[in-house]
């Protein structure tokens, strides 16, 4: 009938019919035989759209309806044979009384109405608030159909109406996801902003564990944003934090409409309104991870924060800007030279390196652009301004580009907004389970000595094992400072680098204490010269300590199902009536030692 339609063009309509299952009802009575089910019609009277008498408008009968009738005697019956198991024409005239040329059928309103595609297309252009006339023309140029002025206007009344409902269907869903995080989770912070038309602009979401990962570690902030996470074209932004044992934690959310100053300042308002305010008063770090957040908005809203751009981030940046930035023989050679160059400036340790190497790219053709942007920003980028932070070795957003990669895989593009708050916190959720059950663990695990040291089992003890780890690194550099009195009985340090006069024993300006606040080689080189105790419980902060890396974690928050070798921490955490067996006796490592060995005089 479609290809009859099509080659003939003229549109049919089904004045009468009688289905098979009716038909059959009766056959069934007599014991006949029936139709075949493959049939849909036992009888079927078609008509051309004109057939029939013309109903004109002044009659007063459908006023605001145009009529297509015009009397035209075009019809035919189909019926099935029983016997035959076919369905043919049994009678029909084929004459039409108007034009049936293809110029004329294109015009029916059956051929000019859009696909399900087609209107697709056309609510993405309706949501991207294309001019009137952008949208006419796209949509007649997409659908290669004779849309009239008033179809467009049907098609734009009819899909704001359906953009409405689903709208306000994904506003509820999204309302109920999040009232079922604030009843789970009472100490948790959930709000939504909307403008005056009512569009979703800001949706922020934390829980109480985040909350508590903040309040305990906010001295250094990794900020970064991803899209492609949702339908509405919502842009996820994270804030993550690291605990003491080296463990990235988001603590905050936030699903934003755009990245624009306003909508980014109401975001963080949010973040700060809950929050005690003298926790932003404190001097802390923030690494914005990606180029599209506007890094002035960090400076006026954390005004007493040091912020740097991720290293990764700068150095891929340099590398898409050097990509083309001369043609020629000599592209290839010079390019690998500036991007030496550059990759030099972000690792630099000192501001006369950076200078030195700002100088030797002055002939190269990125160096006016470089004069003009980058070098008037380079308080935000260089190694040697990087280095003056506390950032405990933090100097990109890897972690954090990493969580919203695992975000992905559980949420994308298709996904309502409600859909992708609730992928969000259930990779929030793995990570919150993974780091209990780290600190479970580390709580767990029986100390034993790593060596027979009373200094290095007491800061073992008191450390959590990330934090040994540094330490350790540092003893065995003590081998290589040389200790020594001046004539002024001052103590001087002295190593490959050069002296270093420290003014205390506890305290010290070298790139290790400042980057960590744990006591570094040239301390503990002193005490030992001092023979003095290894170190004191002052010298340690508090992130850093057991004890406060672990106030909070319970047996019963770790989902021990959630790891591969959960039967067997079940099967230990299960008997705590039993008596546990002596520790074996461990093999002294060779790094281990050495630290001995360095630190022997202390027991002497």
């Excluded at 110029?103 to 608030?129: G, T, W």
């Excluded at 949702?230 to 990235?248: K, R, Y």
């Excluded at 603590?251 to 306003?262: I, M, N, R, T, V």
Aim: net charge positive; charged share 25%.
């Amino acid at each position: 009938m479609e290809a009859y339609e099509a080659n003939a063009h003229v549109k049919l309509i089904f004045a009468d019919t009688r289905k098979i299952e009716t038909a059959n009802i009766a056959y069934r009575r007599e014991d006949a035989p029936v139709y075949d089910a493959k049939f849909k019609y036992a009888y079927a009277r078609l008509t051309c759209k004109h057939h029939g008498k013309y109903r004109s408008k002044g009659s007063g009968k459908r006023p605001n309806q145009r009529s297509y009738k015009t009397n035209c005697p075009m019809q035919f019956i189909l019926s099935v044979d029983r016997a035959k198991d076919i369905m043919y024409i049994r009678s029909g005239n084929f004459t039409h009384n108007h034009p049936t040329d293809e110029d004329v059928a294109k015009l029916y309103p059956e051929n000019r109405r859009l696909s399900k595609s087609e209107r697709q297309f056309s609510k993405i252009l309706m949501d991207m608030k294309v001019p009137q006339k952008v949208f006419c023309e796209r949509v007649r140029e997409m659908s290669q159909k004779p849309l009239t002025n008033k179809d467009i206007y049907n098609l734009q009344a009819q899909l704001r109406k359906e953009m409405a409902e689903e709208e306000k269907t994904e506003v509820q869903s999204l309302l109920h996801e999040l009232q079922d995080i604030t009843e789970k989770d009472s100490g948790s912070e959930v709000v939504v902003n909307v403008d005056g038309n009512g569009q979703i602009q800001v949706v922020f979401f934390q829980t109480s564990y985040m909350k508590e990962a903040y309040l305990k570690f906010p001295e250094v902030c990794i900020v970064g944003e991803t899209d492609d996470i949702n339908s509405n074209g919502m842009i996820l932004c994270t804030i993550m934090v690291q605990d003491g044992s080296g463990t990235f934690l988001p603590c905050a959310h936030f699903l934003l409409a755009k990245l624009d100053e306003p909508t980014m300042v109401s975001a963080f308002q949010l973040f700060k309104q809950p929050l005690n305010d003298e926790i932003f008063n404190k001097p802390c770090l923030f690494i914005i991870g990606s180029s599209n957040l506007d890094v002035a908005v960090f400076q006026n809203q954390f005004p007493n924060a040091s912020i740097k751009l991720c290293e990764t981030q700068i150095l891929k940046k340099f590398k898409n800007e050097t990509m083309n930035i001369e043609n020629g023989s000599e592209k290839p050679r010079r390019q690998g030279q500036l991007w030496t160059l550059l990759h030099a400036m972000v690792m630099s340790k000192t501001e006369s390196e950076y200078e030195e190497l700002r100088t030797k790219m002055q002939d190269l053709p990125f160096a006016s652009a470089f004069n003009e942007t980058w070098h008037q920003q380079r308080h935000l980028w260089v190694g040697s301004f990087r280095n003056k932070d506390l950032n405990y070795g933090i100097k990109n957003a890897n972690n954090l580009v990493s969580f919203h990669e695992k975000v992905k895989g559980v949420v994308n593009s298709s996904s309502t907004v409600a859909e992708c708050v609730k992928g969000i916190l259930k990779m929030d959720n793995q990570m919150k389970l993974e780091a209990n059950r780290k600190k479970l663990q580390a709580m767990m695990t029986t100390s034993v000595p790593i060596v027979d040291n009373p200094d290095l089992e007491e800061l073992t003890q008191l450390c959590t094992r990330y934090a040994v780890n540094f330490l350790e690194k540092e003893l065995t550099f003590i081998t290589s400072l040389n200790v020594a009195r001046n004539e002024l009985g001052q103590l001087i340090i002295t190593d490959a680098i050069g002296d270093k006069q420290l003014e205390n024993d506890n305290t010290c300006s070298c790139l290790f204490y400042t980057n960590f606040k744990l006591p570094c080689k040239h301390i503990f080189a002193m005490r030992k010269f001092l023979e003095k105790k290894l170190f004191d419980d002052s010298m340690i902060a508090s992130r850093w300590r057991r004890d406060y890396q672990h106030s909070e974690c319970k047996v019963e928050d770790i989902d021990f199902a959630s790891s591969p070798s959960g039967d067997k921490k079940k099967k230990r955490a299960s008997t705590g009536n039993s008596v546990p067996a002596p520790p074996a006796a461990k093999k002294v490592k060779k790094k281990h030692q050495e630290v001995f060995n360095i630190l022997s005089v202390n027991d002497a």
